[in-house]
């Protein structure tokens, strides 16, 4: 499991000991702070801190004094006219930090997105703990042959076995091998900075992570995606929950625009307004590539 009974008895300390504040908060976002929401086999997301909910969106929008000026349901109205229209300032005024503890590979994938604060777990400094992922049987799946950064079938029988014995040794022999390479009574041992460097990707680090709420759309929109890698995607899914309990205005319209949306390019455009008035289209009068009129009508047959 991601925690030990310590560690859960060191966040109920933190969530029993509360503060009063004259600054905005969200009731939704306060039942999560400190809460570990388990992750993949031994990962984890919690909120260590936010700044700011709905009301601050709007209010920096209209720039007004308090909580704002306009009822609650006008409040919801500009947030979704500010998604609609692709308004991301007022979005940068909410702020949350995360404490993630994720795979190696996963965390050199979500370090791509740049936008964000981050503070890794020094293994110069600490000696990693000997957790590591191993996939689940049915997350165990081949290379896909239409994506080359996709998975395809999934592994059964004996080959799913041989794989998931091939990662559990090979992740055993090689934390065995940094063990015994580090100081240690009876030698001077290597460098934690060097001894690292045997550890396979898929050994657990930890961060943490603060980021805008625009930023942070942006990379739930990516990472949330059905077509995202499945151990990414779970941590994105685990924080969409955590911000729609945040900013239930501001979600709702991101998941109505972007989740729930779809980008067309202008061929694109113009084949639905044909389309529309009964004209019959196919991939050689759209004007597009093979690949466009595939993801084209992907969007169309839902």
Known sequence: MPLTPEQRAEIEDARAETRQTLR???????????????????????????????????????VSYGRGTKAVQNDEGLIRYLMRHWHSTPFEMCEIKLHVKLPVFVARQWIRHRTANVNEYSARYSILDREFYIPAPEHLAAQSVQNNQGRGETLEGDEAARVLDWLREDAGRAYDHY???????????????????????????????????????????????????????????????????????AYRAFEDYRLGGASLSAKALDCVRRMGRGEEVTQETSGMSKGEWREFMAVMDG
């Open 179 to 249: 063990e015994a390479m580090l100081s240690k009574e009876g030698q001077q041992g290597l460098a934690r900075e060097l001894a690292r460097m045997n550890l396979p990707a898929n050994v657990y680090t930890q961060w943490y992570w603060k980021v805008d709420l625009h930023n942070l759309f942006h990379f739930l929109r990516l990472r949330a995606d059905p077509h995202a890698q499945y151990e990414i995607r779970v941590y994105a899914e685990a924080i969409c929950k955590i911000v729609a309990d945040w900013v239930p205005a």
């Open 24 to 62: 905005a908060t969200s009731d939704g976002m306060e039942a999560h702070l400190y809460r570990a929401h388990e992750v993949l086999d031994h990962g984890l997301v919690r909120v260590i801190d936010y700044m700011g909910d709905d009301s601050a969106i709007v209010q920096a929008a209209r």
